[in-house]
C-alpha cells in the first residue's frame, strides 16, 4: 500500500466512525440471518480459490478471509453499536489489508520483497493507530459531554433551590427528565 492509501484509509476511519455511530441496532433474528449469510459467502469464495494455484491461491484465501472477517466486525457493531465495535471493525479491516498484502509481497524476492513486506506493516500500524486515536476522540467526546451535562444539571438543580414545596418537586423532577438524572 502506498502512502496515498495510508492518508485515503485515515480520512476514511474519520467518516466511518461518525457514520458507524449513526446505525441503528438490528434484532437478534437478523443478526442470526446476517451471521448465517457471512458464513455461508465465505465458504463459497474459499471454494472458489480452489481454481487458482500457488501464491494466486493463497492471495485468495487471504482476501476471502479478510471479507469474512470484515463481514463479522460490520455485523457485531450493526448489532451492538459502540466505539469498542468500530474500533474492532477497524482493526479488522487493517488485518485484513495486511494479510492480503503480504501475500502479494510473496511475489517479489530480495529486497524489494523486504521492502514490499515493511510498508504492509507499516500501513498496517499506521491504520490500527488511526483506529485508536479515533476511538480515543470518541471517548473524549462522550466525557466533555456527560462532564457537560453533568454541569448543566447542577445548575439546574440550584435554580430549583429558589422554589419551596411542588413547585421546588416539579423543578427537580423536570431537571432530572431534561439532563438523564434518575
Do not use: H, W
Amino acid at each position: 500500500m502506498s502512502r496515498l492509501n495510508v492518508s485515503a484509509l485515515s480520512m476514511a476511519l474519520g467518516l466511518a466512525f461518525g457514520t458507524c455511530a449513526m446505525a441503528a441496532s438490528m434484532t437478534e433474528e437478523q443478526y442470526k440471518a446476517g451471521r448465517d449469510a457471512i458464513a455461508a459467502e465465505a465458504k463459497g469464495e474459499k471454494a472458489a480459490c480452489g481454481s487458482f494455484a500457488g501464491n494466486a491461491r493463497d492471495i485468495c484465501k487471504a482476501e476471502a478471509d479478510g471479507r469474512e472477517k470484515v463481514a463479522r466486525a460490520e455485523l457485531e457493531a450493526g448489532y451492538k453499536p459502540s466505539v469498542d465495535a468500530n474500533y474492532k471493525l477497524y482493526v479488522a479491516r487493517a488485518e485484513a489489508a495486511y494479510a492480503v498484502a503480504k501475500e502479494k509481497c510473496d511475489d517479489k524476492s530480495g529486497n524489494v520483497k523486504n521492502v514490499c513486506v515493511k510498508e504492509a506493516k507499516a500501513d498496517r500500524v499506521a491504520a490500527k493507530t488511526d483506529a485508536k486515536a479515533q476511538m480515543k476522540t470518541s471517548d473524549a467526546r462522550k466525557d466533555a459531554a456527560t462532564d457537560k451535562r453533568d454541569a448543566d444539571y447542577a445548575v439546574a438543580k440550584e435554580k430549583c433551590d429558589a422554589f419551596a414545596g411542588d413547585a421546588k418537586s416539579s423543578c427537580m423532577s423536570d431537571a432530572k427528565a431534561r439532563y438523564g438524572k434518575t
